[in-house]
């Protein structure tokens, strides 16, 4: 049988990817979590007017 040896050499970048990518998953799961608890959304145009009046003045 061949001998399959686990992957210990990957690169800096592809690890920041999966990283990357896995904090997304994670958000993307919390939020669709939060909204299947009843959370309010909101308009993204609406959300981004707001905030650019608030800090932008």
Known sequence: MPVIKP???IN???Y???VNANKIDQAIFDAK???ANGA???D???A???L???HFG
């Open 7 to 9: 992957i210990t050499d």
């Open 12 to 14: 800096i970048e592809a």
């Open 16 to 18: 920041d990817e999966l």
């Open 33 to 35: 979590q939060e909204v």
């Open 40 to 42: 309010e959304l909101l």
């Open 44 to 46: 993204a145009k609406t």
């Open 48 to 50: 981004l007017l707001r």
């Open 52 to 54: 650019r009046k608030k």
